[in-house]
């Protein structure tokens, strides 16, 4: 069973900058595409960025250009670099990972954007 575990969250003032990190008990060259979601208070869960195995990726239309994703295939692990945070990135922050027959998800990571 593949555990995935996220850290980095937190609380940060509008404009700044925090990087998540989701660190997978599996190879992550398994996985077709690892991804990072947020769930706000009574909104519905939504795709922040996702990259595949060969390294593409797309982002949310909300986070373009403020956020990043990365990965290490050496350390099994998958980044967040959110920059230029607003209030309204305040969630909690889910890393997701993807193979032909299953989801995997990490327990979640706050982040919250005070103005």
């Known amino acids: 069973q593949v555990q995935l575990v996220e850290s980095g969250g937190g609380l940060v003032q509008a404009g700044g900058s925090l990087r998540l990190s989701c660190a997978s008990s599996g190879s992550i060259f398994n996985f077709n595409n690892m991804g990072w979601y947020r769930q706000a208070p009574g909104k519905q869960r939504e795709l922040v960025a996702r990259i595949t195995r060969s390294g593409r990726t797309n982002y949310a239309d909300s986070v373009k250009g403020r956020f990043t994703i990365s990965k290490d295939n050496a350390k099994n692990t998958v980044y967040l670099q959110m920059n230029s945070l607003k209030p309204e990135d305040t969630a909690v922050y889910y890393c997701?990972?993807?193979?032909?027959?299953?989801?995997?998800w990490g327990q979640g990571t706050q982040v919250t954007v005070s103005s």
């Open positions: 997701n990972a993807e193979t032909p027959y299953q989801y995997y």
